[in-house]
């Protein structure tokens, strides 16, 4: 019974956020059919490595691996009004990992942003609305899942070497092939391990430094659900939300917990021709949930980076 | 008959004395309006790209000119060319050759304009009618500089790659050479030189240029991925 509503229930949360979702891309690709558009065609390609892939606070459950990535973005932009546009794309992603071949990715996505600049020249305010969902599959299938992402956030340049953004994002996250339940025994756990949802608080930064490099800082604060997999602890049972083994991570178990997360990045982009970039940065995290569980991690990401 | 005869060859022979005199000059007055190098170099010896060179007669006779319509284009979202010169009075049109419009504007005292939304080319061109430097962006896209330097002297001229170029047509006499840069440290001014057109053969210029920090096109990642 429990299994059956909590399908249905993802079933309508699926349903409804891409009702959501395409009715916005109608609503607002109806308004730019005036406007004239061009291409968009976005490249990323590059690797990371993270040395707390499985969000641990245990030394026996954290495990360190990198990964090479790619992603392919194409669409196009409207400009609507004299200070409005509008970019609408479509997204794919994909990931391979070099030891935990579960986590391999391929992504499907659609992705809208609205552009809205108060006033003229950089300097001016710009704000952006954006609209995100994909669908993400995994070869542990177990991780399949939706997300979504709407964000807003604000920037302007101070000169031409300077420019401040603050921003919000929602992010949610749907556990495709949750079984509903997991048991041991009589006792049984909710098993949507990745049925995660956070809100995010971002601070940034970009400093042009010389006639090639721009340097990139930033803070995020997020507060919301995590995943962590981790050796079978009492402590981290009774802090979580769901619970199940890791395929990926033989003999862990997933747990979804409540908490806080803070995130500096540091970062410095190259530019090797006017649309190509090269990216290498490097990011902290501390979570803490209110149980006591704590995990911190280190993720590098070198990409290049190319916008048509 | 025979002094009407020696009468007529003595005015053909006047003539054509007379037209060849008139040839002789029109051939030598070229030799009054000459040419003069100009080299542009950075602190480091380089040469400096896209340096406006202007040069004013000592005498302070300018010549005046006829403004002739001038066109700065927009292609694939960059302004071509990046540095234009052009005399006060040059009408200029910004066609806009991109599948997207541009919304072009200028916040320079010399020129202040806003040429909102727009694809192909514009109904009027606009008119630069004040001597000094107009810098213009567009509104949609960030990246997009490009600078017109408004002449108020018909004598400048633009260095190539090289960071050479040439004056043209100046009369003989001296000379004020000044130069110009999008990046320069320091006002035309503090580089200034006398020469003399017919006398010297090349101007030189050291210019401090400082880096070029400008909103770039190429995409920046930015961290995350936890």
Redesign the interface.
């Known amino acids: 019974m429990y299994k059956e509503r909590h399908q249905i229930s993802l079933h309508f949360q699926s349903t409804r956020f891409a009702t959501v979702f395409l009715a916005l891309l109608v609503v607002f690709s109806n308004s730019a059919t005036d406007a004239r558009a061009y291409w968009t065609l976005d490249a990323d390609v590059g690797g990371r490595y993270s040395d707390n892939v499985t969000n641990s606070s245990s030394s026996a459950g954290k495990k360190g691996d990198s990964a090479t990535l790619a992603e392919l973005s194409a669409g196009a932009f409207y400009v609507v009004g004299e200070y409005t546009g509008i970019g609408i794309s479509a997204n794919l992603k994909g990931g391979t990992n070099a030891t935990y071949g579960g986590l391999n990715l391929f992504s499907t996505g659609l992705s809208y942003r609205v552009s809205q600049k108060f006033g003229l020249g950089p300097e001016a305010i710009r704000a952006v609305l954006s609209l995100s969902g994909s669908r993400d599959s995994y070869v542990d299938s177990g991780r399949d899942s939706n997300s979504y992402r709407a964000g807003l956030s604000a920037s302007r340049w101070f000169g031409e070497t300077i420019r401040l953004g603050i921003g919000y994002e929602y992010d949610k996250r749907e556990q495709l092939n949750s079984k509903g339940s997991f048991c041991i025994g009589s006792y049984c756990y909710n098993d949507d391990i990745y049925g995660v949802a956070g809100n995010t608080g971002i601070l940034s930064a970009d400093v042009i430094v010389t006639e090639m490099d721009m340097l990139a800082f930033s803070y995020r604060h997020r507060s919301g659900d995590v995943t962590s997999v981790d050796a079978y602890t009492p402590s981290v049972l009774s802090a979580s939300s769901a619970y199940a083994p890791d395929k990926t991570f033989g003999g862990l178990y997933a747990y979804r917990l409540s908490a806080v997360t803070d995130s500096i990045s540091v970062g410095v982009s190259r530019e090797l021709l006017r649309k190509m970039s090269l990216n290498l940065d490097y990011t902290y995290y501390t979570t803490g949930t209110g149980g006591g569980i704590n995990y911190q991690g280190n993720i590098f990401n070198l990409i290049v980076a190319y916008s048509m | 008959m025979e002094i009407q005869n020696g009468f007529r060859s003595c005015a053909k022979l006047s003539a054509l004395v007379a037209f060849n005199v008139i040839f002789a000059l029109l051939q030598l007055r070229p030799a009054y309006s000459q040419n003069i190098e100009v080299l542009v170099r950075d602190a480091n010896g380089a040469p400096a790209f896209n340096a406006v060179v202007y040069a004013y007669p000592a005498d302070g006779n300018v010549p005046g000119w006829s403004p002739k319509t001038v066109i700065v284009d927009q292609i694939d979202k960059e302004f071509t060319p990046s540095v234009t010169i052009v005399p006060v009075g040059t009408p200029i049109f910004f066609p806009n050759d991109?599948?997207?419009?541009h919304?072009v504007?200028s916040?320079s005292q010399a020129k202040m304009f806003?040429l909102?939304?727009y694809?192909g080319k514009q109904a009027k061109p606009v008119v630069f009618d004040k001597p000094g430097v107009v810098a213009l962006?567009c509104?949609?896209h960030?990246w997009m500089v490009a600078y017109i330097y408004v002449s108020d002297t018909p004598y400048y001229a633009k260095t190539g790659k090289d960071g050479k170029t040439r004056l043209e047509n100046l009369e003989p006499g001296r000379y004020n050479f000044f130069v110009w840069h999008p990046w320069m440290k320091g006002k035309p001014e503090d580089y200034r030189k006398f020469a003399t057109v017919g006398g010297d053969s090349r101007v030189e210029f050291d210019v401090k240029l400082r880096?070029?920090?400008?909103?770039?096109?190429?995409?920046?990642?930015?961290?995350?991925?936890?």
């Open positions: 991109d599948d997207i419009r919304h504007y916040f806003e909102p939304l694809s962006g509104n949609i960030d880096a070029n920090l400008h909103i770039r096109r190429a995409p920046a990642i930015g961290g995350g991925g936890y």
